[in-house]
């Protein structure tokens, strides 16, 4: 569906634009993501973090003629055969747009919501009702105040039924989401702790969520939870209830649970009198719950039962995840395991341009492609389109369609009829220097692929979860004034987790700085692509040239490295460089003191190489109520020397004190910018759970290589220390305190998490294994272990070795593979 300019202006209730004809088939929310510039209308957004008028100009020079603002930037102001539409709100223009489009068609229209599942739920819906509509649903999790209306955009007249999730955060989003998607068909998946900090409660929570249903014709949801059932009530939806349950015998729908012993799941509903069965091969909580409400929508929809029984059990599983892992040879893989449609192609090629970099070429390596209603002609020239527009250099197609549309590709482009073929004909040193983007429906196994172009084979995994990077970003941020910038501590490496990665999501994020231990962590954050400010806590120098080349922003905390900086950099004709002034307000560990600030301006006004951009402290006790006098003292001292540094200089001087700690206990202390560190990886540093729901961004993990069974007396691993007093099954792990498994987490002192259960270790940890108990947990070789994640807490192995939970993040060796991913 294509609108022109005047149809847009109409709908916003606006005076006709000046270029009348200007036709809109693409709305855009992110200016990285132009495709068809011509075509776009740009929603100039203003965020907590950003400002999408910011980027009017770029777009202008890249094509685009058609603008949603809530004022005209002063540098684009008369530009010829642009279109500026002047709203007050411009989110609110882009629901009003998305709202407008969604009343043209008298579809069905399914609306999910809920805290898990959503997506699995409609990609198995689309599974299951693909072969009787021309389904529209929404990209990858697109469930925002954003990503429901560039979701409904899809919608057009070829379209017979829509799937849309509904994702909130806070108060009050359902109604926006409600009137846009006006669902004919609720289901609500579940109602559990995630995005719970924006509520005042969990029932608060729930009764916003079900305000979609407020217009259905129809909701179905799961009536053994007593907070789902007691607010449905509540709220009085005026919908049919077909809400189903495993212990009610008066619910609309009883449910029978079978799970069996091969993996598999027999499901019964009993509706009307009548009893439908089907069977899915997941075994799992959350995979059945999602199954019986995919079966109660089939059935209201009159979707036949054997026809239902036949789909169930050829579901397949929803991978939501984008992996970035080393590839051979100084590649980088991105592995997208979600569907191999045309509409998530999009949002996997954004995520990737996001990460190249100029040592880099781009390659796609891309199945045949599914799509709903668009000519296979269209689609794979629109393709085409697409991987040019993103800087795609090198493409490799897998399948017999996008191989017979290979002339729509440039040259630099090969193409095999499967996966078989690839394989048989490529080698890992065909690839060299490239970011690779690997997508492809399920039915060609493209896991084999990822599986040969990785670096490193090791079993035994880093998992960084960069969704839980961005929501606990967001979780502080929530806890700091606007004007308020966040220095994020990216040292060690990530504290472990790899500084790349989390530095471009924290860019994305509108983090203020990333700091950094030294300055050649620094070095390597600009070679793979960042751009924003960098500072150096401890910037002892070799290499100024490529300090200074890099604008990396040195911590200044004595003298004696003052004076070498003025020098240095008068050597390299530098001008008004921005350091960073450390005070020494007690932590008595690197710092001017307050004695030294006299001193101090006269040598900083004396010369020109350098100016001050902030001026900061450390806390020593923030974390220990018991000391607050103290920490009160250091405030006074910090106020004091910050305050007189200020007075000798005319520009404004940025000041930051405050810990992750210090944001919880001491907001009143914030300043100007305020540095986030251990609780950004998810681990709390206060008892309370003041910190809000922080979660865990690394997970360790590995897997069971061998089990065998002893019987009792036998002795395990080196001096035979891990005595066995009863008859036991004992699985190897490929984790030793080579990886980073310390030694003292042997002898049965700590556990491992397998298939729901503890697993003491036994014996000794050796250098490449270790050894656990898994006589009392039913498991197999493959299975996969946690050693540390959301079940065995980093601060748990912490607290048994005495130590602090940096130490357990930062041990993880460099041979442990990490697999970056986000949802």
């Known amino acids: 569906m294509k609108y022109t300019i005047s149809q847009i202006s109409e709908i916003l209730e606006l005076k006709a634009p000046a270029f009348l004809l200007h036709t809109i088939s693409v709305l855009l929310t992110d200016s990285r993501s132009v495709t068809y510039p011509s075509e776009s209308l740009f929603f100039a957004l203003r965020t907590r973090n950003n400002d999408g008028h910011r980027y009017i100009k770029e777009l202008i020079e890249k094509g685009v003629r058609n603008f949603i603002v809530d004022n005209v930037p002063v540098n684009v102001v008369g530009t010829p055969n642009v279109n500026f539409l002047v709203v007050k709100d411009v989110k609110k223009a882009l629901h009003t747009i998305a709202r407008h489009h969604r009343m043209q068609y008298g579809i069905p229209v399914i609306g999910i919501t ?131 349950s495993v212990t009610d015998p008066d619910a609309t729908v009883k449910v029978t649970i079978n799970k069996r012993s091969d993996g598999s799941t027999g499901i019964k509903c009993h509706i009307n009198g009548a009893d439908h069965e089907a069977s899915i091969n997941f075994n799992d909580p959350a995979s059945i719950e999602n199954a019986v409400g995919a079966i109660i929508a089939l059935i209201y929809l009159g979707v036949a039962p054997e026809k239902i029984a036949a789909r169930m059990e050829r579901l397949t599983p929803v991978g939501t995840r984008l992996n970035v892992i080393e590839g051979v040879n100084d590649c980088m893989l991105i592995y997208d395991s979600y569907t191999g449609d045309y509409h998530s192609l999009s949002p996997a090629l954004d995520f990737m341009q996001r990460r190249a970099t100029a040592d880099r070429t781009s390659t796609v390596i891309l199945s045949d492609v599914m799509h709903e209603t668009m000519t296979s002609e269209n689609m794979y020239s629109n393709i085409a389109h697409l991987l040019k527009q993103k800087g795609v250099t090198r493409i490799i197609g897998i399948g017999e369609e996008i191989s017979r549309h290979a002339p729509y590709f440039n040259q630099n482009s090969k193409f095999y009829r499967s996966t078989e073929e690839f394989l048989s004909n490529t080698t890992p040193n065909d690839f060299s220097h490239e970011l690779i983007l690997i997508k492809g429906s399920d039915d060609f196994g493209f896991h084999r692929l990822s599986e040969v172009l990785e670096a490193r084979q090791h079993e035994t995994v880093l998992e960084v979860n960069l969704d839980a990077v961005v929501h606990n970003f967001n979780n502080f941020r929530s806890r700091i004034k606007p004007t308020t910038g966040i220095v994020a501590m990216v040292k060690a490496s990530g504290y472990g987790a790899g500084s790349y990665e989390l530095a471009k999501t924290l860019q994305s994020q509108g983090a203020a700085y990333l700091a950094v231990a030294v300055a050649d962590e620094g070095v390597d954050l600009r070679k793979a692509g960042i751009t924003m400010p960098i500072m150096v806590l401890n910037p002892r120098v070799v290499n100024y040239t490529t300090l200074f080349d890099c604008r990396l922003e040195p911590e200044i905390y004595s003298f004696e490295i003052l004076e070498e900086f003025i020098r240095e950099g008068r050597r390299h004709g530098i001008h008004d460089y921005p350091v960073h002034i450390k005070l020494d307000t007690g932590m008595h ?23 001050p951009k902030s001026v900061f402290s450390h806390l020593a006790a923030a974390d220990s109520p018991e000391m607050d006098d103290y920490t009160m003292e250091q405030f006074e001292i910090f106020a004091r020397c910050s305050e007189s540094l200020q007075r000798g200089f005319s520009h404004h001087i940025l000041r930051h004190i405050l810990n992750s700690t210090g944001i919880t206990r001491f907001p009143e202390h914030q300043y100007d910018m305020v540095r986030l560190g251990i609780c950004l990886y998810g681990i709390p540093t206060m008892p309370d759970h003041s910190q809000g729901d922080l979660r865990p961004v690394s997970t360790l993990r590995t897997s069971v290589i061998s089990i065998k069974e002893w019987p009792a007396g036998t002795t395990i691993g080196y001096s035979r220390k891990g005595l066995l007093h009863r008859r036991s099954r004992i699985a190897t792990l490929p984790i030793g305190y080579a990886d980073g498994l310390n030694r003292h987490l042997g002898y049965g002192n700590a556990a491992v998490w397998i298939n729901g259960r503890r697993c003491p270790t036994v014996g000794s940890i050796c250098m490449d294994v270790c050894m656990v108990d898994v006589t009392d947990t039913p498991c197999k070789v493959g299975d996969t272990v946690e050693v540390f994640g959301h079940n065995i807490s980093v601060i748990e192995l912490a607290d048994i070795l005495g130590t602090i939970p940096y130490e357990i993040l930062t041990s993880v060796a460099s041979r442990v593979k990490r697999v970056y991913y986000r949802e």
Request: with cysteine.
């Open 114 to 244: 809920g805290s898990r599942g959503k997506t699995t739920l409609k990609e198995w819906l689309y599974q299951l009702l693909q072969p009787d509509y021309r389904i529209v649903r929404s990209p990858r999790s697109f469930n925002s105040q954003i990503g429901v209306p560039l979701s409904l955009w899809e919608m057009n007249r070829d379209s017979e039924i829509g799937i849309f999730e509904a994702g909130i955060s806070l108060s009050g989003e359902m109604k926006e989401l409600q009137a846009m998607i006006q669902p004919t068909l609720g289901i609500l998946t579940n109602i559990g702790g995630e995005h719970a900090e924006g509520f005042p409660s969990k029932r608060d929570k729930c009764r916003e969520k079900i305000r979609l249903f407020k217009e259905c014709e129809c909701v179905i949801y799961c009536s053994d939870d007593p907070l789902i059932r007691e607010v449905m009530e509540e709220e009085e939806i005026a919908a049919r209830h077909l809400d189903w």
């Open 589 to 611: 560990r690197l710092g001017f003191l307050e004695a030294d600030m006299p001193r101090l301006k006269k040598v900083l006004q004396s010369q020109d190489v350098l100016t």
